[in-house]
């Protein structure tokens, strides 16, 4: 048996090079500019085909924009709808549920805050000054008895 075979399989893994990333990016940007270009290129030849078209093509093509634009002022307003729906659904969600949160919020704040006033006024207050008085006393009691060590440093 060999030591490799008790070994777990460990497969390094290379990382992609950041190059190869910008790589896709800029190939991206480029298509996209492209296709920019060719569509801007296909508005401007379909606007000098519709000039020097005659009086009844062009006419054929106004009403066809009149009804795509009707379209789209159509769903404009059923968007618009649909936004001022969810703005409502949202009002209701902060008037209903966020706010009774937050109002129960403060109050476990300020029962808290009546809990931590409560145990520093009884609790830590009284300790505190046991410690000081204990500090004191033992302070005078360590004066008042001799110690070798200010007899023999005199």
């Known amino acids: 048996m060999s030591d490799n075979e008790f070994a777990p399989n460990t497969v390094e893994s290379v990382p992609t090079p950041v190059v190869a990333k910008e790589s896709t990016?800029?190939?991206?940007?480029?298509?996209?500019?492209?296709?920019?270009?060719?569509?801007?290129?296909?508005?401007?030849?379909?606007?000098?085909?519709?000039?020097r078209a005659d009086l009844e093509t062009t006419s054929k093509v106004r009403d066809i924009f009149i009804i795509i634009m009707a379209l789209e002022s159509l769903l404009l307003g059923v968007a618009l709808i649909i936004l001022i729906i969810q703005i409502a659904v949202l009002i209701n969600v902060l008037k209903n549920e966020?706010?009774?949160?937050?109002?129960?919020?403060?109050e476990t704040i300020?029962?808290?805050?009546?809990?931590?006033?409560?145990?520093?006024?009884?609790?830590?207050?009284?300790?505190?000054?046991?410690n000081e008085y204990s500090a004191g006393f033992k302070r005078f009691f360590d004066i008042l008895k001799p110690s070798g060590k200010s007899r023999k440093s005199k």
């Open 110 to 130: 300020n029962h808290l805050r009546g809990t931590t006033t409560f145990l520093s006024n009884n609790l830590v207050e009284p300790v505190i000054k046991m």
């Open 25 to 51: 990016n800029k190939g991206k940007l480029i298509g996209i500019i492209i296709a920019v270009v060719v569509l801007l290129a296909l508005i401007i030849f379909s606007l000098v085909s519709l000039f």
């Open 98 to 106: 966020i706010k009774p949160i937050l109002d129960t919020t403060n």
